[in-house]
């Protein structure tokens, strides 16, 4: 069974999907399994202003990954406070 196929089985049809597959990025160009290319128009919140692959948030995630994955925000973290103080 195909990626398309799996995902028609598995996964809930929130979004009437595009007949394409793509399989990696760098920074706003998609490429699919073909590797053509494509300009990303349409990125997701985590890579709107970014890109795809960025060097410096690869490093960033990795780093704190390899510490706190994630936690609620019922509980202080320095990360989350650093960061809300600087997009004040």
């Known amino acids: ?3 398309q196929e799996l995902d028609k089985k598995y ?3 929130t979004y009437a999907r595009v007949e394409i597959e793509f399989v990696r990025a760098e920074n706003a160009t998609l490429y699919d ?4 290319k ?4 349409t990125s997701g919140i985590g890579v709107v202003s970014v ?3 960025n060097p410096i948030v690869t490093k960033a995630l990795c ?4 510490n706190i994955t994630h936690i609620s925000n019922l509980y ?4 989350q406070a650093i960061a ?3 997009v004040v």
């Open 63 to 66: 780093e704190q990954l390899s």
């Open 11 to 13: 996964v809930l049809p």
């Open 76 to 79: 202080h973290i320095a990360p």
């Open 38 to 41: 494509y300009i990303d128009f």
């Open 51 to 53: 890109g795809h692959s």
């Open 33 to 36: 399994i073909n590797n053509k």
């Open 1 to 3: 069974m195909n990626i």
């Open 84 to 86: 809300a103080q600087k």
